[in-house]
């Protein structure tokens, strides 16, 4: 299987961006080493038994992620000196995965650190 290209442009997140926001912690230190920004989206097909979150399974909940609130979450990572990293969670981050290497290329872009990104999805007794 070949590497999917995907461009982070504004164009590209401003017309075709599909994935839905549940929430975001600007700082949290359970979501991963160290002091984290977190972001949660909607999407998982897994029904791990145990789930910590079933309301994130269901990809209509939450908020159509824009272009807009993702250039906040960026100035929001770049203010804050004190972080060790961002946390992609959910449901399941891959649940759309075009569209999540789409926010993953952007902050990696706009984010002035070099952030270790978690994508936090649990594959055991699934």
Do not use: Q
């Not at 600007?26 to 972001?39: C, F, W």
């Not at 100035?75 to 569209?99: A, H, Q, Y």
Request: contains cysteine.
């Amino acid at each position: 299987m070949g590497k999917v290209k995907v461009k982070a442009s504004e164009k590209n997140l401003k017309n075709d961006f599909t994935l839905r926001l549940l929430m975001t912690y600007k700082e949290t230190i359970v979501d991963g080493v160290g002091l984290r920004y977190s972001l949660y989206f909607a999407g998982c097909s897994h029904s791990c038994p145990g789930c910590h979150n079933e309301y994130s399974w269901n990809p209509k909940h939450g908020n159509l992620l824009t272009y807009e609130k993702l250039e906040e979450i960026a100035k929001e990572i770049n203010e804050n000196t004190l972080l060790d990293g961002i946390t992609i969670s959910g449901g399941d981050p891959l649940f759309n995965p075009v569209d999540m290497l789409k926010v993953l290329k952007f902050l990696k872009e706009k984010t002035k650190k070099i952030f270790g990104f978690i994508l936090a999805i649990r594959w055991s007794k699934c």
